[in-house]
């Protein structure tokens, strides 16, 4: 599988997770307002420390993103490119957000495909204080009052990124993960799942970035870089499958079943695993 070495030293641990007891929540998104606080306001008000949500639908105006991009210098093996704004309105197919906090204030990391006023169909990380809602939609979002995220500064990666960092352990009907670099991404959820004892999952909302992308029907990616969200993820029996979107660096979206052992994580991967109950 290929790797890419990173500035920093090699964490010992590659894959960081906490049980939890996740509870679902829907809820609008409300227009007027930058998507930072449309999002964050209801997950603070429902006392949750940390949270993956999901929705599609609703449109922006204005939006700002960036997309994959190659390392400005050896401080990074990849970065991003320049804030884009495109004009008009941008009409959102399917986005992913982990909720956390950075320096005590709610804080998002978004990921999305959409289409632009222009009718091109484009992808990649969106900057949610920037970007302010104009339509409204529905959000589905589960969230854990048990387990915190946190930002913190990442030797390895020489990224700031979220990380969980504490829990209660109250349950193991949910996990929050974090996954580092150079792990496949499939093999990641299997571990995290057999570590909290869920033989049968369902990856809710969550995001990374893969060393470009394989998928299960012979289509590749090459690009060193890329931004995922997860469509569609389960674990039956222990085995995971994955349905991914893939934004490279162009800011063209791809989407499939990826390869399982040869699809590794580039900066990090932000995963929640829900139990499947008998």
Do not use: K
Not at 141 to 162: M, S, Y
Not at 236 to 265: F, K
Request: hydrophobic content about 40%; glycine content about 10%; aromatic content about 6%.
């Amino acid at each position: 599988m290929r790797s890419l070495t990173q500035p920093g030293p090699v964490h010992p641990r590659r894959i960081d997770s906490f049980g939890g007891t996740p509870r679902r929540v829907s809820f609008p998104l409300r227009p007027g307002v930058s998507l930072s606080d449309a999002l964050t306001a209801p997950l603070v008000a429902a006392g949750f420390q940390s949270a993956t949500l999901s929705f599609s639908g609703g449109a922006m105006n204005p939006f700002r993103y960036v997309m994959p991009g190659p390392p400005d210098d050896e401080t990074h093996v990849a970065y991003f490119t320049a804030p884009r704004a495109p004009a008009g309105e941008t009409r959102i197919e399917r986005a992913n957000a982990t909720f956390g906090f950075a320096d005590g204030a709610p804080f998002l990391h978004c990921h999305a495909c959409w289409i632009e006023s222009d009718g091109l169909r484009r992808g990649g990380h969106i900057l949610p204080r920037e970007t302010v809602v104009t339509h409204e939609t529905t959000v589905q979002a589960w969230g854990f009052t048990d387990i915190r995220v946190e930002t913190a500064a990442d030797p390895e990666t020489n990224f700031t990124l979220f990380q969980p960092t504490r829990s209660s352990r109250t349950g193991t009907l949910g996990v929050v993960a974090r996954v580092r670099p150079n792990q496949d991404i499939t093999l990641a959820v299997e571990a995290i799942a057999s570590a909290h004892a869920l033989s049968d999952a369902v990856v809710r909302g969550s995001l990374g970035s893969l060393i470009g992308a394989h998928f299960t029907d012979g289509r590749i990616v090459p690009d060193l870089a890329t931004e995922v969200l997860v469509r569609d993820g389960h674990v039956h029996n222990g085995r995971a499958t994955l349905d991914l979107v893939v934004v490279d660096m162009q800011g063209a979206v791809h989407e499939g079943m990826v390869v399982r052992g040869d699809n590794p994580v580039l900066i990090t991967f932000d995963l929640v695993l829900e139990a499947v109950r008998p």
